[in-house]
């Protein structure tokens, strides 16, 4: 009698390949846009309008340079123009720092809060423009962060004059970030001039590649 021949599936062969949804950067949980509770949002929250639709990569560089340069535990920061707020979980939960992340889009809040959730840190939010932010805000901070912000040409000015607000109130540190497009070298020149900023070149590889410049401000 001939051997039968073997049509069973070889399962133990068989592999299945998963695509990651979560990837971790400087300690920070991320879920990509494959993760359920993005998609949900996506299909049913408001869509940002801002360009307020993802990471930006001018956020890696100041977590980079916080990572060298810590700030103080619990210290109280401010983002600018957070979207969905990656520097600011960041220094919540690497720092403890008590984080207000301010945008001029809302519809970006739902991502910001999703992920800060997902790293079991609080930030609080606030819909507002820049040129509406007063002095008297700005006292409550001990330090500005800000990634991507001066991307189109009348933002310097107004940026410039958020900074200079900054200054009088007595916010000890600015960082903003930026992959030096024209409108934030125009406002850095300004800022260096006027406020001894330093503006330093910086790139990091991992966990994503990012290059650009560093506004810092030490207003001490």
């Known amino acids: 009698m001939p051997a039968q021949k073997d049509v069973r599936k070889k399962n133990s062969s068989a592999t299945t390949k998963t695509k990651a949804t979560t990837r971790m950067a400087y300690g920070v949980k991320l879920l990509t846009s494959q993760h359920k509770d993005i998609r949900k949002l996506k299909r049913d929250a408001e869509a940002p309008s801002i360009h ?22 619990g210290c109280r920061v401010l983002e600018l123009g957070c979207g969905w707020g ?10 403890k720092a008590k984080v207000t992340g301010i945008d001029a889009d809302d519809a970006v809040f739902p991502y910001l809060q999703l992920h800060a959730a997902h790293n079991d840190v609080e930030v609080k939010t606030k819909k507002q423009y820049f040129e509406k932010i007063t002095t008297k805000q700005l006292e409550k901070y001990d330090m500005i962060i ?3 912000i001066c991307f189109w040409d009348d933002l310097a000015d107004i940026v410039y004059k958020l900074i200079r607000r900054a200054c009088k109130a007595g916010v000890g540190k ?8 024209s ?13 001894y900023a330093e503006l330093e070149p910086w790139s990091v590889k991992k966990p994503r590649s ?11």
């Not at 600015?174 to 497009?181: E, N, S, T, V, Y």
């Not at 409108?183 to 406020?195: D, G, I, Q, T, Y």
């Open 174 to 181: 600015i960082i903003i970030a930026d992959p030096q497009r």
């Open 183 to 195: 409108p934030f070298l125009e406002m850095s020149e300004r800022c260096v001039n006027k406020f």
């Open 52 to 73: 307020g639709n993802k990471f930006w990569g001018s956020s890696y560089l100041i977590m980079d340079y916080l990572q060298k340069n810590p700030p103080q535990k």
């Open 210 to 220: 990012a290059s650009g410049s560093l506004l810092i401000i030490e207003n001490n």
């Open 146 to 148: 800000a990634a991507d």
């Open 86 to 95: 990656l520097a600011s979980i960041y220094c919540a939960k690497k720092y």
